[in-house]
């Protein structure tokens, strides 16, 4: 499996899409840190652009780096080699060349622009843990959604539906039971409703430390009232983990009963 990854993370360190996609962060980093003179200022704007992006990048790239090392796929799995070490070493290898190029995009100009000197520093470090383990959880969601589906077309179809349901509608779909049922006791459903989209418990992790979480309105001041800001840390990141082991988990099962 080590030599799968190691394949696929060079692979693509060398296209030129993760060479955009460094060099996107790398200037947007650049660009709020000249327009905001306050770290903890681009942090927030940060957080609101890797929030919906990142989980967009990976859905893409995993999607598509599997429907474009098919034929390799199909050559590996002539080899004495198990199926599980051959889609979790391709996995791991798209997840952790994107996670380094948010990384090393977002890091470089504000490590320059004085970082480790400023009070900011915990609150970026935990906008690149939320982002990555954003990418980890989207591009495992992508694979399962590429496994599923032999069909290039439709794989891409339901990769961005999936996308575009947990960053747009899902908010939309819990907005509108809030409204409606506001006459109930709504509070445990709002957590649950939460945990359930990484997206919204990735914001509502940021917030929380940022101590704003008034910015997201009922759910986060929820968040905060039941479980404090350090319980709430240790709740997000287990859901978290949980979300990236589950489409994982997925992968190894599918690819065994897959058909090629």
Do not use: C, H
Request: aromatic share 16%; proline share 2%.
């Amino acid at each position: 499996m080590l030599k799968i990854l190691k394949y696929s993370f060079y692979d693509l360190m060398r296209s030129r899409w993760s060479y955009v996609y460094f060099a996107f962060y790398l200037l947007l980093g650049v660009v709020l840190l000249f327009l905001n003179n306050d770290l903890s200022k681009a942090v927030i704007t940060l957080m609101n652009v890797i929030i919906v992006l990142v989980p967009l990048i990976g859905t893409i790239f995993g999607v598509m780096y599997y429907y474009n090392s098919q034929e390799f796929t199909e050559l590996l799995l002539a080899q004495p080699i198990k199926r599980s070490s051959i889609f979790l070493g391709q996995y791991l290898g798209v997840a952790l060349s994107l996670s380094m190029s948010l990384i090393l995009g977002l890091g470089i100009p504000f490590v320059f622009y004085g970082l480790f000197e400023s009070s900011a520093i915990w609150d970026f470090s935990l906008l690149l843990i939320t982002g990555t383990f954003l990418t980890l959880i989207f591009t495992a969601l992508a694979f399962n959604i590429a496994l599923s589906n032999e069909n290039k077309i439709k794989g891409f179809g339901y990769a961005i539906l999936l996308w575009l349901f947990l960053a747009v509608i899902y908010d939309g779909l819990f907005l509108m039971t809030l409204i409606l049922f506001e006459d109930y006791p709504l509070d445990k459903v709002s957590l649950i409703g939460t945990m359930l989209n990484p997206i919204d418990l990735s914001r509502t992790l940021i917030l929380l430390k940022l101590d704003i979480s008034a910015l997201l309105g009922y759910t986060g001041a929820v968040f905060k009232q039941f479980f404090g800001t350090s319980f709430g840390l240790i709740v997000s990141f287990v859901m978290l983990t949980i979300w990236v082991v589950m489409p994982v988990l997925r992968i190894v099962f599918k690819s065994k009963k897959k058909d090629f």
